[in-house]
């Protein structure tokens, strides 16, 4: 939840659910989710939306935008931020892409 209240913060939606979930956390209680909520605030299941799209910068173009929220997914955390680094790394020594 907190990377989609990152990448939409102006989302009401987004808000509520940060908000409910960290109340469940702090609770030490589950987060559960539904296909519904998930369609719904989950951005990688609405690259096509026009919002999701403005908020990667790829408005008109949900192939892009998928790859854009997955780049940025997998540097929004410092240990997300190392791997790509290495990753990136290797890439570009000649290595490939992969672990």
């Known amino acids: 939840m907190k990377f989609c209240c990152a990448l939409e913060p102006d989302s009401a939606d987004a808000r509520q659910a940060c908000e409910e979930t960290a109340a469940q956390r ?4 589950p987060t559960a989710s539904t296909m519904a909520r998930e369609l719904r605030l989950n951005p990688f299941m609405r690259s096509d939306d026009a919002a999701v799209q403005r908020a990667a910068g ?15 997914k997998d540097t929004f955390t410092t240990v997300g931020k190392v791997i790509t680094l290495f990753l990136d790394t290797k890439a570009a020594l000649g290595g490939g892409s992969g672990p």
């Open 26 to 29: 702090e609770k030490e209680l």
């Open 58 to 72: 790829c408005e008109g173009d949900a192939v892009k935008t998928l790859a854009t929220i997955r780049r940025r």
